[in-house]
Structure formats: C-alpha cells, structure tokens
C-alpha cells in the first residue's frame, strides 16, 4: 500500500488576520498555495481516506479501464490510485474546475515516477462525460456542487461505470439530530485547535464556507446513490461528521 501524502510547504494563514476582509471560501492561488496543509489540519482522516482509496482502485480497477478522480485538487486520490493500479491498459482522468489547483497538480504528477497516464481536465464535474470506468472517486467535491445539481452528477457517475465498479464518496455531513449535529460540529472545530488554528481562524473559514459548502445527511447521499440504481452503498469510514462511502453498481 502506498501512502500518498502532498508535501506540505506552505502554512494555512489564510484566515489569521483579525483586519483582513474574507469573501466567499474559493479554491483559488492563495488556496491552492496552502492546500495540503489546509486539508490536513481541518479534514479528520484525509490521510487513511487518501491512502484507502490506492487499496479499493488494486481491487477493483480492470484491464483497458478508466479511473476518475472529480475534484482532484492537487491530485493525491489520483497519485493513490495511479501507485496501486495493477491491470494493464489503464488510464486516470482527473478533474477539477479550479486552474490554480490543476497547475500545481500538474506539477506534483510531472516529478512522479509511475507509468500509468493521466488526464488532467479543467471542468465542472456536471459536463464531464464519463466513460468504461471502473473506479470513480469523489472526494470532498459533490459538497461544493450546488444540490439541484448534485442528483445528475450522480446519474452521470452510475451510466458511465462498469457493472461491479465502484464508486468512492467522501463527504462533510449533516447528522438529523440536531444535539448530535453540533456535538459534531464542535468535534471537529476542536479537532482544528488542536492542529494549530485560533478561534478567528475557525470562525473565518467557517464564514466563508457557509453557503459554498453545504452539507447533506448521510440518508440523503445514500437515498440518492440508490435512486441512481446502485445496488449497493454504505459507509467504510467516519470521523466525527466527516465520512467515506463506497456505492457498488
């Protein structure tokens, strides 16, 4: 199993300054700049998520097949799943609507050793086309799509998979109960202290992601996996109100 962890570079300020003006949260230069350590200090479990998803595509990756990674960011589901792909013929496309995010990604993949060809798109995940594939991982990126949207990129992901490919979601949700909700929510904000950010920067970002970022309950992920015809999803991983599913078709 290869554990496929960005350098971290640079540190996540981006919300330190009590004087500076925030807008909406976007994956822009300044963002792109910090990412990974942005992601490992605010998303509980990103490293085993990252790291599992190389050990699901060894499995169910197939010959002359493609792996999609949508939302790619700065690419480390794809370098995941590229390190663990055994089968011959196979390709990664990896999207993202973000050009800042692609340029780096495109920049981690050129120093990477492995042989497996990639595919970079810069595009919203709602006109991608998918095609033969038989692992598609959406990590963190179906939260950022606005919902009335998010019912086709699903559809989209189960007519464009092999019978027995999977698919592997990794969202922030929302729990039904409301004590539990912001049990988790304060859960997770600790979490954040605890990996070095103040109370201003948890406020700010928090701010800024409001209605960028919109979380839905797990009910409602796994109601839609099912209404696009899946015939299995359940959840694999969960930290605090962070989890991973996979869908099987």
Known sequence: MALILL???????????????????????????VFPDMIKRSVPGYSTIVAMTGVLTGKYATAGSSLYDLGCSLGASTLAMRHNISQPNCKIISVDNSSAMLDRCKTIIDTDSYVTPIELICADLQDVVIQNASVIVLNFTLQFIPKVLRDEVIRGIYQGLEFGGILVLSEKFAFEDPHLDELN????????????????????????????????TLNEHKNRISAAGFSSCDVWFQCFNFASLIAVK
């Open 7 to 33: 350098v971290t570079k640079h540190r996540d300020s981006l919300y330190a300054d009590p004087l500076s003006e925030h807008g909406l949260f976007a994956f822009d230069e300044s963002v792109a700049r």
């Open 185 to 216: 929510i304060e859960l997770h904000h600790q979490f954040k202290r605890a990996n070095g950010y103040s109370d201003l920067e948890v406020a700010g970002k928090r701010t800024a992601l409001e209605t960028v970022l919109v979380p839905e």
